[in-house]
Nanobody
Framework: QVQLVESGGGVVQAGSSLKLSCAASDRTMTEAVMGWFRQAPGKEREFVAASERSGGTYYADSVKDRFTISRDNAKYTVSLQMNSLKPDDTAVYYC???????????????????????WGQGTQVTVSS
């Protein structure tokens, strides 16, 4: 059974905004780090943003001050608000859930793909110039 489902991707012009959403199928997401990763054509999958159980957030330098991650544990959802989009943001975006964690995490943990046990199917974001 699919545990994470992303939505909200699309085609937009540079400078526009887009909001992605990730819906989890059960409450385990409330006790885990939730992360967003992306993979552009011909490139490796890279860390974008993450939210730990405390609500603390982490961002890749390339998206800092433009993207905002948030979570709603009551709705089992995580979102990624993307502003001032650039063509370099074009990629498939993936939502991911870690194993159960402590209340606080750290950058090394949340930015590593190996920390995550569940992945969504991905949603395409295309930014035209």
């Amino acid at each position: 059974q699919v545990q994470l489902v992303e939505s909200g991707g699309g085609v937009v012009q540079a400078g526009s905004s887009l909001k992605l959403s990730c819906a989890a199928s059960d409450r385990t997401m409330t006790e885990a780090v939730m992360g967003w990763f992306r993979q552009a054509p011909g490139k490796e999958r890279e860390f974008v943003a993450a939210s730990e159980r405390s609500g603390g957030t982490y961002y890749a330098d390339s998206v800092k001050d433009r993207f905002t991650i948030s979570r709603d544990n009551a709705k089992y959802t995580v979102s990624l608000q993307m502003n001032s989009l650039k063509p370099d943001d074009t990629a498939v975006y993936y939502c991911a859930k870690s194993r159960r964690t402590a209340y606080f995490a750290n950058r090394g943990y949340v930015s590593s793909q190996q920390s995550y046990e569940t992945w969504g199917q991905g949603t395409q974001v295309t930014v035209s110039s």
